[in-house]
């Protein structure tokens, strides 16, 4: 009767899911409700979880609980700490959840809201938590190992090096990009700036007084810097009114990416429990609770998506990017629905700290379920706006044109109506002095939260407050993966350069740590700068570097993956990795195909750079600006160059694969897995974390 | 009613805990509890020095995802 029960149940669940999903895919007449949306991915999600994870679990990976995990077996208390599931699920979802999932699909939307959501919940499903789930249980069974110490293992070792660098490739162009989304949220913006300004000084005294005078007391310190927080939000305002002081915190682009350069510099090689750490945490807090703020919002508020399903820009002219609905949705979705930077999360802290097999399942696929849904939500705050305003704001200005007219008439004559003065009341109401030409998806994505938030709290009164929380909570956590990112890439740079001589690789030595922090800070400032000066907005060719190098990452974890269920003698079921791998191959070798060598010159990077030489030729290009072209035209041969090389990289370890996976299914190698032999727990079933004496 | 009065402060008190756990708050408890620290083979650190060393530890590899 139970059973009979749990089956009407979940094919209820099933049918409203497909319904839902039916009548956002197949709508177009009035604007949609948004809890169309929500009601969407939930089922998906609930059934994914149900069928296919289940069947992940009990018939693919065989978890077993009888197995002692590692945390049990080396319990340190520092990096093996057994951890209750539940926490341990906040853990890694505060870990994997950044500002990706966010912009990722708020950029997308201008495909229309179809394209995106639906990637979102298929990809996520069927790729994204298959890929974290699988990649986590890999690493659980071989002492929490990383991506590319099983590379090197699994694989070869050559397979394992280029995975090694292929990360770091990634991390540098990752944290270029998410710098430029901040410069271009902070640009000419003095509330905002003063706000982010702020919360430098707030963390030092964090950290200062966790570590001087209450030792590792994080939920009161975080509280107090909340609360100092949430204070210069509402004190930017008497910034930006006051001519002297708003004048101080008005800054372009390119002193922007100056002052971000050098606090990446300082984070990475001053003391970690000085800035870094107790950003981190400030950072967590905020985001946990924006995120639930979100969800609510949406939920009470339940506003129409006014985006049509799909726009005109399918075709690959575009406003926000250039290129065709394939393979550019799928590349610039990116983390919401498959993120290779989660296998490094997944291969990293959390196989540590995990109590049982079993819930490798809940923490691997049901955390990347959720953030496949804050990716969800974006979307919908992203299309909740009126279109021709998501594209005033997300357009730049040598398309659209620099003033409210021309912006206005030319939006609009792509049939998304725009009158010229609704874009300076917006400004006038959020406390901007312009939201024009604001490419990055973070101001577009904060316009759409503040008229979320404020239909639920304060109306138009407090919209400029909510804009301004909205913006200090995307650019604060940009700002921890900025800091954070650029010292892991400083310990890779160390370690890479410690095998050419040995004292640079030492992390406590002072030349060494001031070179490789130059070094990293170097490498992503870089590609910032040219994001900055970029005449088409920089977003429009660095987000798909971006999202190619991650989804390049993806398909490593993934060929990392199939080798290990093929020595596992999983053939049966090899197709969940092995389709995803294709599938993530396919749209990256397309990506990098197109952006390399199309003749469009807003899509290939050769094009462009030829375009501009060819103006210099003729003569069409100022004596004053030849050196700003050609350094323009450099940039783009150098992303085109970048882009080549990592999907060479990428293929060279795919071949090695091939090479490894033929060896193994002709039987000329007997297959070699290389998991920590087999120890039975000593803990009682119903053993949950809690009872390590303090229940 | 009863059954709501009991309920309610256990799951409080568990939320409470797992919110200490998540932030890294009860780290130096744990760590006192943890087997390595308990069988006495290595001097245990103080609340100070296990905080600054954990935090090194932590930020030394990819934590914060994009």
């Known amino acids: 009767m139970k059973r009979l029960l749990s089956i009407v149940i979940w094919v209820a669940v099933a049918l409203l899911g497909a319904g839902a999903l039916g009548a956002i895919a197949f709508n177009r007449g009035e604007p949609l409700n948004a809890m169309w949306f929500v009601l969407a991915a939930v089922c998906s ?24 995990t590692p945390a049990e077996r080396r319990d340190d208390g520092r990096d093996f700490v057994p951890t209750n599931k539940w926490v341990l699920f906040g853990h890694h979802f505060a870990a994997i959840a950044g500002p990706g999932p966010l912009v990722g699909p708020t950029l997308a939307a201008q495909f229309g809201y179809l394209p995106g959501t639906l990637w979102l919940i298929a990809g996520a499903a069927l790729a994204g938590c298959v890929q974290d789930f699988i990649i986590l249980f890999c690493s659980m069974r071989r002492d929490g190992k990383s991506l590319g110490e099983m590379a090197r293992e699994e694989v070869s070792r050559r397979g394992g090096f280029l995975a090694q660098l292929a990360v770091l490739a990634i991390m540098v162009i990752l944290l270029g990009v998410v710098a430029l989304v901040i410069v271009n949220a902070l640009k000419s913006s003095p509330w905002a700036t003063f706000t982010l300004a702020m919360t430098i000084p707030i963390a030092l005294l964090l ?29 930017g305002q008497w910034v930006a009114e006051s001519p002297a002081w708003a004048k101080v915190f008005t800054l372009g682009g390119l002193s922007l990416a100056t002052a971000l350069i050098v606090y990446a510099f300082a984070a990475s090689a001053l003391p970690v429990w000085l800035l870094l750490a107790p950003r981190d945490y400030l950072s967590a807090f905020i985001k946990a609770g924006a995120v639930i703020c979100l969800a609510a919002g949406i939920l009470l508020v339940r506003p129409h998506v006014l985006m049509p399903p799909l726009t005109r820009f399918v075709d690959g002219t575009g406003p926000v990017f250039a290129g065709k609905i394939f393979p550019f949705c799928f590349i610039t979705i990116a983390c919401g629905a498959i993120s290779g930077f989660h296998s490094l999360i997944s291969s ?6 995990i109590l049982r097999e079993s819930h490798a ?75 024009l030409n604001r490419a990055g998806g973070a101001p577009s994505l904060a316009v759409g939260m503040a008229q979320i938030f404020s239909n639920t709290i304060g109306g138009d009164r407090l919209l400029s407050i909510w804009y301004h929380f909205a913006i200090m909570f995307e650019a604060l956590f940009i700002l921890t993966v900025l800091d954070a990112g650029t010292r892991v890439g400083r310990f890779m740079i160390q370690e890479l350069g410690g095998r050419v001589w040995k004292p640079f690789g ?30 088409l907005g920089g977003i429009n060719s660095l987000w798909p570097l971006f999202g190619i190098s991650n989804q390049l990452l993806a398909a490593v974890a993934l060929v990392v993956a199939t080798t290990v269920l093929l020595k596992m003698g999983r053939l049966r079921w090899i197709w969940v990795t092995l389709l995803p791998t294709a599938w993530l191959v396919t749209i990256t070798m397309t990506a990098s195909y197109q952006k390399i060598f199309d003749a469009n010159p807003r899509i290939g990077f050769l094009s462009f750079a030829n375009v501009m030489a060819a103006q210099i030729a003729a003569g069409k290009i100022p004596a004053a600006k030849i050196v700003e072209t050609q ?7 150098l992303d085109a160059g970048v882009t080549a090389v990592l999907a060479l990289m990428v293929m060279v370890l795919i071949v090695e694969a091939l090479v490894q996976w033929y060896s193994i299914l002709s039987r000329r190698r007997e297959p070699v897995l290389h998991e920590s032999p087999y120890v039975a727990t000593q803990w009682a079933p119903d053993f949950s974390g809690a009872a390590h004496g303090d229940d | 009613m009863r059954r709501a009065s009991r309920i309610t402060p256990r799951f409080l008190r568990r939320f409470w805990r797992g ?13 006192l509890r943890s087997t390595s620290a308990k069988s006495g083979a290595s001097r245990t650190l103080t609340a100070e020095e296990f905080y600054v060393e954990r935090l090194d530890r932590h930020y030394s590899r990819p934590n914060r995802c994009c």
């Open chain 1, 361 to 435: 399942r809940f923490i691997g696929y049901g955390a990347m379920l959720l953030e496949s849904f804050v990716g969800v939500m974006a979307m919908v705050a992203a299309c909740a706006m009126p279109p021709g305003v998501y594209f005033a704001i997300n357009s730049p200005a040598s398309i659209v044109g620099g003033t409210p007219e021309a912006a206005a008439a030319t939006i609009s004559s792509w049939g998304f109506p725009l009158a010229a003065g609704t874009m300076t009341d917006l400004a006038h109401k959020v406390g901007e002095l312009t939201l």
């Open chain 1, 207 to 235: 950290g200062v007084y966790l570590r001087f005078v209450r030792p590792g007391r994080v939920l009161e310190a975080s509280l107090i810097g909340v609360g100092l927080i949430l204070f210069v939000v509402v004190a």
């Open chain 1, 506 to 535: 030492r992390t406590s030595w002072m030349p060494g740590i001031l070179i490789s922090s130059a070094i990293i800070v170097a490498m992503w400032g870089y590609f910032l700068y040219q994001g900055v000066v970029d005449p």
């Open chain 1, 348 to 353: 990293g802290t959390t196989p540590k700290m």
């Open chain 1, 45 to 68: 999600y609930a059934v994914a979880y149900r069928l296919y994870s289940a069947f992940l679990a009990a018939r693919l990976l065989v978890l077993d609980e009888t197995r002692a």
């Open chain 1, 631 to 637: 350094r323009i035209i450099f940039n783009q041969r």
């Open chain 2, 19 to 31: 919110l200490r756990d998540w932030c890294g708050d009860s780290a130096y408890e744990r760590y």
